[in-house]
């Protein structure tokens, strides 16, 4: 792991880590993340199951983030704006809000840890947190690592209640049927 560290020392605030999982025991990551918590780092594997045998401690620190949907989610025409955007810490607070209680309860629905949830609900303050960690993480981890539909009954019935337009949207993205 000295090799990682190393690396981890002498990159940018950005940094890539292709196909560690798979070819690493991914929990000697999790104390170099403790040190190096102004990193952003992006770790890859060679196939989407290898996400199957990932701890989850570890799971509980990252995010599941599939290029294979970013078509479907930018009308296959992804256009980029070059911005500069100001970068703000992000409390690690849990907000007591029905947004929060809705994404928690969708979750354990879903079987994900109870880990896993707490650091999912935290910063969640509207309901357009709760769609966008919906679409950008948990949609493509259902469907790609535990290879099940992510519709059951609480997400339908939050769907139904549809705040802001979000839910038709996520239906036409990826599809109930």
Same mark, same amino acid.
């Given at each position: 792991m000295d090799d990682i560290r190393e690396k981890f020392e002498n990159s940018g605030r950005i940094l890539y880590l292709d196909n560690f999982i798979g070819n690493y025991n991914e929990t000697l990551l999790l104390p170099i993340f403790e040190d190096y918590r102004d990193k952003i780092v992006f770790v890859s594997a060679a196939y989407e199951k290898m996400f199957n045998y @990932? !701890?989850?401690e570890f799971l509980s620190d990252v995010r599941y983030l599939s290029l294979k949907y970013q078509k479907i $989610?930018?009308?296959? !025409? *992804? &256009? #980029?704006? *070059?911005? &500069?955007y100001q970068e703000v810490e992000i409390y690690t607070q849990k907000v007591d809000s029905k947004p929060t209680w809705a994404l928690e309860g969708i979750l354990k629905e879903l079987g994900f840890s109870s880990v896993i949830i707490g650091n999912r609900a935290i910063n969640i303050q509207e309901h357009r947190d709760v #769609? !966008? @960690? $919906?679409? #950008?993480?948990?949609f493509p981890y259902c469907l790609d690592i535990l290879n099940k539909k992510p519709y059951e009954e609480r997400l339908l019935k939050y769907f139904e209640k549809d705040f802001s337009g979000a839910s038709q949207t996520l239906l036409r993205w990826f599809p109930h049927e």
């Open positions: @990932v !701890s989850t $989610l930018f009308n296959d !025409s *992804p &256009k #980029y704006i *070059p911005q &500069k #769609y !966008s @960690v $919906l679409a #950008y993480e948990i």
